[in-house]
């Protein structure tokens, strides 16, 4: 885990759990621990800049981006992020008090300001620091944070309270499954060619239905989409089972699917078709877990 608690406390940085707030030459900034404790992320507020000088800059990191371990960094706002990367090295306080004062310096040369313009109003003069989701975002006036706190806080209380409807999510979920496992089904039943690459469907529809009853897109969510998706692979599974119960004249009973499920010839081709549908359905799982985390509403805390 980063150390930047360590850091913060070192360089008598104010912390808040993953931030470090300080100041340099005029230059507000945050960083932020990653997962990594080789790679942190600078952001410096800064007063509007020129096109023009947003070039120059470039043209200076692009020189020093090696010596200073810069990754990335990009200009938005009032705000010019970067990635420091120590690839496998860790940060010391020396460390980070040079780069931020490398950084702050090239700046200076080319001509950007510290932040004093309000980000509400537009106007300079501005003096209070605007957090957004912990990061220094920009300045405010003190009379316009306080209105646009009361403001947000206002619209926070009159938004409805979205109760999150597990039950239709779930019942949904296993529905879609279901109905995900349909084009497998009918193609092995009619063309019979590796059919259970179609258990990739599975997933998909699952997690389309589980939007569509009203699932909330939370951690939650990509458990109950991968249970279902498993017991659609499952249920498609015992249909074939069925089929070949179906097809030989035999009754639905526990024994017959016992006589399938063991019988030499045909458990093979059964299980050879729960081992493909398994892995196709789980080869799907990360993508479809990735579009829940980037649907999940995300919170803006504005502080
Ligand atoms: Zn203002």
């Known amino acids: 885990m980063a150390n930047l608690s360590k850091l913060a406390t070192a360089l008598n940085l104010e912390y808040q759990k993953p931030h470090a707030y300080g100041i340099h030459n005029g230059f507000n900034y945050t960083i932020e621990e990653t997962l990594s404790s080789s790679v942190y992320i600078f952001y410096f507020l800064i007063d509007e800049i020129t096109s023009f000088q947003i070039e120059s800059f470039s043209t200076y990191i692009k020189q020093s981006k090696k010596a200073m371990k810069i990754q990335a960094f990009d200009v938005k706002g009032f705000i010019i992020r970067i990635v420091w990367n120590n690839y496998f090295g860790t940060m010391t306080s020396t460390q980070l008090l040079d780069f931020i004062d490398k950084m702050t310096t090239i700046f200076t040369k080319v001509d950007f300001q510290p932040s004093q313009t309000c980000g509400i109003c537009g106007k300079p003069e501005a003096t209070s620091l605007v957090k957004v989701n912990g990061i220094i975002m920009f300045k405010a006036h003190e009379e316009c944070k306080t209105a646009k706190l009361a403001e947000l806080k206002q619209e926070q209380g009159s938004a409805p309270v979205e109760k999150p409807n597990y039950v239709g999510g779930v019942l949904g979920a296993i529905i879609g499954a279901f109905i995900g496992t349909i084009p497998w089904i009918l193609v092995e039943l009619y063309i019979g060619f590796y059919a259970a690459v179609l258990g ?86 990360p993508t479809i877990i990735n579009k829940v985390k980037s649907e999940e509403k995300r919170q803006l805390i504005v502080e």
């Open 200 to 285: 990739i469907l599975i997933g998909y529809a699952s997690f389309y239905a589980y939007k569509k009853f009203g699932g909330p897109l939370n951690n939650k969510a990509k458990y109950i989409i991968a249970a279902s998706t498993i017991l659609g692979v499952l249920f498609t599974n015992v249909f074939f089972a069925s089929y070949i119960i179906y097809y030989a004249q035999g009754a639905f009973v526990f024994d017959n699917y016992i006589l399938v499920y063991t019988d030499p010839e045909v458990s093979v081709i059964l299980f050879k078709d729960l081992g493909l549908g398994l892995l196709m359905s789980v080869f799907a799982l």
